[in-house]
């Protein structure tokens, strides 16, 4: 349950801070409070979304590393991008110019969780260490990974 003193990121289910734009996310609020970055109606989908923006950077624009992803993700006009890639790379436990496989459920859950961290700061005392249960991040990624198709 967010609280008010929560991060804007967390109140607004929204822990990766995406940006309002055309793109119509699933589980995306119908009323849009915040005025710079989507609300979600439940931390699964916030989650999802930011999961969907990171495999689109890794299929389509075949961006590999934490330093190329961060790179797209936090640009250097909005963000330290030097520290985020850095602090990002630290919670995953790889260099910046490590290659990530993000097809891979655990790769995609640890920089999502890396992410979440670095965007919305430490959890105060009493919510789990990466601001959500491993049950949450693993219900996003399950909706965020392509379905294999039935044999």
Known sequence: MTQL??????????????????????????????????????????????????????????????????????????????????DVARRMGVKVDDPVDLCAPKALITIAMAIVCHENGRPPAGRVPDWYDASVYAEAVALALPQKEDA
């Open 5 to 86: 003193f929560d991060p804007r990121g967390i109140r607004n289910n929204n822990p990766g801070n995406l940006r309002l734009s055309k793109t119509r996310w699933q589980g995306q609020a119908a009323e849009q409070t915040d005025p710079d970055f989507i609300t979600f109606i439940s931390p699964v989908f916030g989650l999802r979304a930011l999961m969907k923006t990171l495999l689109t950077y890794h299929l389509k624009y075949g961006l590999d590393t934490v330093r190329s992803l961060i790179n797209r993700y936090a640009p250097p006009v909005e963000n330290d991008t030097g520290a985020y890639m850095q």
